[in-house]
Each structure stands twice: as C-alpha cells, then as structure tokens.
C-alpha cells in the first residue's frame, strides 16, 4: 500500500512539472492576445483620426526650403562651381559637403536648409533665408 503513495506522489509532482509552466505559458500568451487587440483597435483609431484631418498647407517659407539650398541662399555661378553640393544635387547639401571634407562645416550648424533637412521644419522663425 505504500507503494500506491509513491506513485501518486510521482504521478502528482510529474503533473505539476507539466501544468504549471503549461499554465504560465497559456496566461502569457492570452495576455499577449488582450495586448495586440488593444494595440490594433488603438492604431485603427489613429489611422481614423488622420483620415480626417486635412492636409496642412505648407508656407512659403517650407515652399522655399524644399528647393536646393543654392536656389534659397540665392548663390551665384562663381560660388556654385565651387560647391560640392551643386555638382550632387541628389543629395543633401550639408551631406554632400560632409564627404569630402570629413566634417560639418561650421556655418551649416546655423543654414536654415540645414535645420529644415533635420527636423522637418526650421528650427527657429528667426533664422534668415
């Protein structure tokens, strides 16, 4: 008879080694499950809400800045023939001047083709074109 015991007790230990991490892993992934609905339904009602909302109408100033930087800072044939970024219009100019030279030019820190490139915009109202 005590031998019955064993057993259930071997059977019984055997089972909780089964249905315990059996058991964290089905709550585990029934809280992944919760956790994508609600990551789904909240981007449908982001996509939504950009549905809605109107395009915004550039500036004349973001107008001016999608333009390469020669044609806002108004340069000349002389100064254009001696940039890089003239001769690479495909590319960003403060990309095109950091080639070859290795570095970032100091005055493109303050270029407001520069900061609207980075950010998107410019950074502050106040930088002359």
Known sequence: ???WWQVIIILGMFMLRLAVPLAVVLLVGYWL???DEWWQ???QAQQAERQTQPEPVK???LRR??????VVKGCDEAT???CVAWRQPHRACWLARRTPEGYLPEPCY???VFLYGQLGR????SHPL
């Open 80 to 82: 254009r023939a001696r």
């Open 65 to 70: 800045l999608d333009q390469p930087c020669w």
């Open 110 to 112: 303050d270029c407001p």
């Open 122 to 125: 410019p950074l502050l109202a």
């Open 1 to 3: 008879m005590d031998w």
């Open 41 to 43: 339904a909240e981007a």
């Open 33 to 35: 499950r919760r956790l």
């Open 59 to 61: 500036s004349p100033l």
